[in-house]
């Protein structure tokens, strides 16, 4: 939910400004740490989903993320520190609906 946020009303909105959001904004895309790995998760059909790095198939979501954290942690970027999730309170995520 929170990079759908920032996506949405920060990230987007700047670049259509053509701006780029600097280093050190915590909301940069570069600076997101779980990008990558997020968007390597492919949901197949209830109750499956498939790495899109390595295409092995998992019962769960949680076992997939568990799976790109001990397997494909090399594609977080360098540099990356920041967890979106962390940022929910600031960007409140349990009331802005996105979309």
């Excluded at 909301?27 to 998760?41: F, H, I």
């Amino acid at each position: 939910q929170a990079r759908a946020i920032a996506s949405e009303f920060v990230v987007a909105p700047a670049l259509a400004l053509g701006y780029e959001l600097p280093p050190a904004c915590a909301l940069a895309p570069s600076n997101d740490v779980y990008a990558v790995q997020e968007a390597g998760k492919r949901m197949r059909r209830r109750g499956q989903w498939q790495c899109a790095h390595c295409g092995k198939l998992f019962r769960t979501e949680e076992h997939l993320d568990k799976h790109l954290g001990n397997r494909h942690s090399d594609l977080i970027p360098e540099g990356a520190h920041v967890c979106l999730a962390d940022l929910c309170d600031v960007l409140h995520c349990d009331a802005v609906e996105v979309g």
